[in-house]
């Protein structure tokens, strides 16, 4: 429940007979447009709460096909996202979640008496903004969720530039961190991520930042900014470190990707080959954990999936068994919601590392990320070991190979938890004047064009199109944009 918008409203009948006529008036005359304010802490888990849904509905489960993780299953038509074809309102979900429910919520707490609430509220805000620029580009930002009297009645905000609202958020990360510094423990339960652990917050933080930092690496490299952080900053390094929202099987707890689903046809998704001829190509033992084997049919008890959006030239009568799903470890009722994790962020500095000579050891920070994979997943140091002497990234010179290497590496370990960012860094890390480095998307890329894709030549979604009834109640909202435009960050 929210400050003010969704603040619980109590409706009391009255029955005044004539014994009560005597009443005080100020005793029921009571103002039905003024209501008491909900605390920090109901704003705070109000805020997770609509991030849960925000990030596992709204962004993984919408991405996790543009990724090429999966492919559509058997039993219904063939759907847009296989095709290319997007309408505005096919986002409207994510962005009315993110200003009207998520962001106003955190600009409440912004405003707070707590310096830990402000700095979490911080942080929590450049984490939401990074996503709608990450997908739609130039967005509200400094007009945004302005709508109150006292803060101008602005209900038609300005688009800010995109690459200037990423600085401001390395800007406001920095700020939050301040608060800390001088911010008493009094954040508890109500806080879904860690509890009021500022220690873990400020590791959070830091990976934050550099996630932004190193996202415009490819147009605008942040260097001396990048090696001031990994000499002086905490981040989040193990599973403890990880910001995540618990899911349980109780009824409005469960996982949110797997109740929306279940909710509507359940999870029809295959494995896409996209992704399972580079785990075959490499002998990656983590196919079988982010799928699960055929358990009918001439493929039982292998990892069998399809080509991308070719589900119609499949046997119309095959059952589901005969192909491979996602596995317990990518959909079930009880995951968590995962925001950041310690192999996106140990990829970030191994990067990082490799880009511009931190304090990091390149190696270490790459095997670290693997390593740090592989166990979330439940596989051995020894799976680890075997797997990372055949990638060989000790012994490569080029600079190319490496940031390739680490790209294909971030974009399969964030299968199945991580989604949304996998298409994100995806399109970064298909990178480089020319085809020669774009390693997803040219011609023997990675990736596979459905037949029926809309889109020309070897062509893949960029960017989002902003909801209709943005452009049709905003006279400052640009024009519509093409799945094919590229954000500032993306070469």
Not at 39 to 59: H, K, R
Request: aromatic share 12%; hydrophobic share 40%.
């Amino acid at each position: 429940m929210k400050a003010t918008y969704k603040s619980l409203i109590a409706i009391l009948l009255i029955f005044i007979s004539s014994s009560s006529c005597q009443e005080k008036f100020d005793e029921i005359n009571v103002d039905p447009d003024t209501f008491p304010s909900a605390d920090d802490a109901t704003v705070l888990s109000s805020a997770l709460g609509f991030m849960s849904y925000m990030i596992d509905v709204d962004l993984n489960m919408a991405s996790f096909l543009w990724a090429q993780y999966y492919t559509w299953g058997i039993g219904v038509a063939l759907g847009n996202q296989e095709r290319f074809v997007a309408q505005p309102d096919d986002f409207s979900n994510y962005w009315e979640r993110a200003y009207a429910d998520v962001l106003i919520d955190l600009k409440r707490l912004k405003k707070s008496e707590s310096a830990a609430y402000r700095g979490v509220a911080r942080i929590l805000e450049a984490y939401v903004y990074q996503g709608l620029v990450d997908h739609f580009g130039d967005v509200p930002y400094s007009q945004a969720v302005s709508g109150e009297i006292e803060e101008g009645g602005i209900l038609t905000p300005a688009y800010d530039n995109a690459a200037t609202i990423y600085a401001s958020l390395v800007e406001s990360i920095d700020l939050a961190l301040e608060e800390f510094d001088v911010a008493q423990n009094d954040i508890g339960s109500d806080d879904l991520l860690y509890g009021g652990n500022l220690s873990k917050w400020t590791k959070f933080a830091n990976s934050l930042k550099l996630r932004l930092l190193m996202r415009t690496s490819e147009v605008s490299p942040q260097g001396s900014a990048v090696q001031a952080l990994i000499a002086n900053g905490t981040f989040i390094e193990t599973e403890a470190d990880m910001p995540q929202i618990e899911s349980s099987p109780n009824a409005g707890s469960q996982n949110p990707m797997y109740a929306r689903m279940e909710w509507g046809v359940g999870d029809f998704y295959f494995a896409s080959n996209a992704t399972l001829n580079v785990l075959q190509a490499l002998g990656d033992p983590r196919g079988t954990k982010f799928y699960d084997v055929a358990t009918t049919g001439a493929h039982a008890g292998q990892l069998w999936g399809i080509d991308q959006g070719t589900i119609e030239s499949e046997p119309f009568t095959a059952p589901a068994s005969d192909y491979s799903g996602s596995s317990d470890i990518a959909y079930a009722i009880d995951n968590p919601v995962i925001l950041m994790s310690p192999w996106e962020v140990w990829f970030l500095r191994a990067e990082a590392a490799v880009r511009y000579g931190t304090a990091d050891d390149e190696v270490e920070a790459f095997e670290n990320a693997v390593r740090s994979n592989f166990e979330f997943l439940g596989l051995s140091d020894t799976d680890a070991d075997n797997y990372l002497t055949s990638l060989g990234f000790d012994a490569l010179a080029d600079e190319d190979e490496k940031i390739n290497t680490i790209g294909i590496q971030k974009w399969i370990s964030l299968n199945g938890t991580q989604e949304d960012e996998g298409w994100i860094e995806a399109r970064r890390f298909d990178r480089g004047p020319g085809d020669e480095n774009r390693i997803f998307t040219k011609e023997g890329g990675i990736w596979q064009v459905p037949p029926k894709s809309v889109l020309p030549g070897r062509q893949f979604p960029h960017a989002w199109l902003i909801p209709a009834t943005e452009r049709a109640l905003n006279p400052n909202a640009p024009a519509q944009r093409s799945l094919t435009d590229k954000i500032f960050w993306d070469d």
